[in-house]
């Protein structure tokens, strides 16, 4: 089905990419949980996870709250939406950091690693995928 409202395209473009970057961060907090399972054992294994995963919830919130098509809505609703999105993102990053750094016992080099890479994975993946992607238009 086609959409013909002008406003969606950037919308559906944006999501695509949303989802390429958790899907590449995914990759990433798993290779740094399995080098971590290597390296340490399986409580850095899991603080790995866990690190990985705090990083994750949060984006899969803001790609739900900012980029979901809902009929009816002008642009202006739509940063709405995403100032929502990006608020709510930082509030539970900031909630699943507290909760587990308190309640549970981790391997915290491993845990704040692999967070820390992550995290930092938003802002290198766009240059590595645009790498690629000039590459394979050459």
């Known amino acids: ?17 949303a989802y390429l970057y958790v ?9 740094s949980m399995l080098f971590a399972y290597e390296v340490a054992g399986s409580v850095a294994a899991y603080s790995a996870f866990l690190g990985g995963a705090i990083v994750l919830a949060p984006n899969l919130y803001l790609i739900y709250k900012a980029l979901t098509l809902r009929t009816g809505c002008t642009p202006k609703a ?11 993102k930082l509030g539970l990053t900031t909630l699943l950091l507290a909760i587990v750094l308190y309640f549970i016992k ?16 938003v802002m290198v993946l766009p240059l590595i995928i645009r790498a690629f992607t000039m590459r394979a238009s050459t």
Not at 1 to 17: C, F, K, L, S, T
Not at 23 to 31: E, F, K, R
Not at 106 to 121: D, G, K, P, S
């Open 78 to 88: 739509y940063f709405g939406w995403f100032i929502q999105g990006e608020v709510g």
């Open 23 to 31: 899907l590449l961060q995914i990759s990433i907090a798993m290779i």
């Open 1 to 17: 089905m086609a959409i013909n409202r002008p406003y969606y395209q950037p919308i559906i473009a944006a999501r695509r990419a």
């Open 106 to 121: 981790l391997n915290l080099t491993a845990f704040l690693l692999t967070f820390v890479i992550v995290q930092f994975m």
